[in-house]
């Protein structure tokens, strides 16, 4: 996997010269770590916390090191469940984000996945702004064998979501998954419109499972941290999406995103294929980089 392939270069670089636990060795830690995207304060944190470890627990071994720093950034990631919670029919799943994130592509490879699993996914094409953007919906629907819902271009998002969840109910679908139009985060009126989604899903489908996901470019880092933080402020996330992870060495934005904001990072894009989208393991992820 490319993305872990990157990574692991980085950490393996850092400890091939390890001798002891030392001063110099932690300075470079926090390089490392700043380097591949944790952000500042959460690198800083880490490596406090191996500190004190190494020295409470008098490790000096390479291999107890890296242990004990691959348990502390797990922790670090360790902010609730990953797993989508489907548990009603039909369950809603938001996908918002800003514009050329992945969002389209990812639920199109999440419906097939679902799909494949046993499950009838319906795609609500809410993104009525982009050109041709239900038009791409509709061939994932095609390829993936889930059923689409879709208006004319311009059409009221709240129109085309509240068709689709009429449809689910009459149907038996169990998850609707939907796409709304890239929003920079920055626009108060689109954050608005999300807000008018989420009560089209309350009234229509009280109680139903609810997933609201920001898909992030993984390649952004910092800055989707940025993005990730005025959208939660505005729609309440559950989870993130991150994508194109085999894209960047700088994938230590999953440990920022995850501890600066307590939302878990729930899938994982690492490739083009349909089924490169996986759900994400904190302890694997871990694992293969250090």
Not at 54 to 64: G, Y
Not at 177 to 202: F, P, Q, V, W, Y
Not at 210 to 226: H, K, M, P, S
């Amino acid at each position: 996997m490319g993305f872990f392939d990157k990574l692991k270069k980085i950490t393996t670089n850092l400890f091939s010269g390890f001798s002891e636990a030392d001063e110099a060795f932690f300075e470079e830690l926090e390089e490392t770590l700043i380097l591949a995207d944790l952000g500042m304060d959460t690198a800083l944190d880490a490596v406090e916390k191996l500190r004190t470890r190494v020295r409470k627990e008098k490790l000096q071994d390479q291999e107890a090191v890296k242990a004990a720093l691959r348990d502390i950034l797990a922790e670090e990631m360790d902010v609730g469940g990953t797993e989508l919670d489907l548990s009603t029919r039909p369950a809603v799943v938001l996908f918002i984000g800003v514009n050329g994130v992945g969002k389209t592509t990812s639920i199109g490879k999440l419906g097939y996945q679902l799909k494949s699993e046993g499950k009838r996914v319906l795609f609500c094409a809410a993104d009525t702004f982009r050109a041709a953007a239900a038009d791409q919906l509709q061939i994932w629907a095609e390829r993936a064998g889930c059923e689409l819902v879709r208006q004319h271009e311009g059409a009221d998002p709240g129109a085309v979501l509240f068709d689709a969840l009429q449809a689910a109910k009459a149907r038996g679908v169990d998850v609707v998954l939907c796409d709304t139009a890239g929003r920079l985060h920055n626009k108060a009126n689109l954050m608005a419109e999300l807000a008018k989604l989420s009560k089209i899903i309350d009234r229509e489908c009280p109680g139903a499972a609810r997933e609201t996901l920001l898909v992030l470019d993984a390649t952004t880092g910092q800055n989707g941290l940025i993005q990730a933080r005025q959208f939660k402020e505005a729609a309440g996330l559950t989870g993130i999406v991150l994508t194109k992870l085999d894209g960047t060495a700088k994938g230590g934005i999953v440990i920022a995103i995850a501890k600066e904001l307590g939302v878990p990072v729930k899938l994982a894009g690492v490739g083009e294929g349909v089924d490169d989208l996986k759900p994400f393991d904190a302890k694997e992820y871990v694992e293969a980089i250090i």
